[in-house]
């Protein structure tokens, strides 16, 4: 397979400035919406919570958001190019099902944030181990394979789950939700900053910032959405969301973005 025809099938986005912005704006999505599912809608939170275990929304919420995702890597996987309101939906999807899986595992399951965030770190770091020894790089250049795309996803599904368990350890504590943005806002731009001032493996730089991303997403989504008494503004969820999702599709429509280059590194 030559590089024209690689390139025609590397299906995400060339790493930008646009993509950063649009990859935290949907991490905090997935906060708010997830939370608008299995808190308001289902009634986790509320004071008519179910108590039957298999009732409960954290569950129910990762069985809906889990079958979205599905649906949505199958299609990217089956897809002939990039597209980037499909790679996006993807993003979305398992970035809503990390959020609610997140808290079915710390809070249903009672392992706590930090035994839920070394679990998923652990998975985390596992998937990444694997997609290299099978196939020599975690690079997203080289996903133009679908055995490459299932690692990227899965992976990506472990980082967004960790992601809110480790944003909500954090923001649990004296930070608080601004705090705790602070805290993983200034660890992105020492990544950045490494990117452009050492010779540190650019892929590695990438995925630290990716799952960065994630828990700065979470605590700015709880910020929005939660009580005033508890650090938060208390605005709607769904309103919260309604207007993340029309700034993503803004910027998909304004903002024309183009496939990562299709290599082996």
Do not use: C
């Not at 039957?52 to 954290?58: A, K, T």
């Amino acid at each position: 397979m030559n590089d024209t025809m690689k390139s025609a099938l590397t299906k995400v986005p060339a790493v930008t400035l646009v993509f950063w912005i649009i990859k935290i704006l949907a991490t905090t999505l997935g906060e708010t919406a997830g939370d608008a599912v299995s808190m308001s809608w289902l009634g986790e939170t509320t004071d008519d919570a179910p108590t039957s275990f298999w009732e409960g929304g954290y569950l129910i919420g990762t069985g809906i958001f889990g079958a979205v995702l599905v649906i949505m890597i199958f299609l990217q996987i089956r897809a002939r190019r990039f597209n980037p309101w499909l790679y996006w939906a993807t993003i979305i999807a398992s970035t809503n099902a990390g959020t609610t899986l997140a808290d079915f595992a710390t809070r249903s399951l009672g392992i706590g944030y930090p035994g839920g965030s070394i679990v998923l770190l652990a998975l985390v770091l596992l998937s990444l181990f694997i997609w290299h020894r099978k196939l020599g790089t975690v690079s997203i250049n080289s996903l133009h394979e679908p055995r490459a795309e299932l690692y990227y996803w899965l992976t990506i599904t472990f980082s967004q789950t960790l992601g809110t368990a480790l944003g909500d350890w954090i923001a649990d504590g004296p930070l608080g939700y601004l705090g705790s943005a602070v805290i993983f806002g200034s660890l992105l731009a020492v990544i950045v900053l490494a990117h452009y001032r050492t010779r540190i493996n650019p892929v590695a730089l990438f995925w630290a910032a990716f799952i960065l991303t994630r828990p700065l997403g979470a605590v700015v989504g709880d910020f929005l959405d939660k009580p005033i008494e508890k650090g938060g503004l208390d605005l709607s969820r769904v309103g919260a969301s309604a207007v993340l999702l029309v700034a993503i599709a803004a910027l998909i429509q304004l903002v024309k973005q183009r496939a990562a280059p299709a290599d082996h590194a």
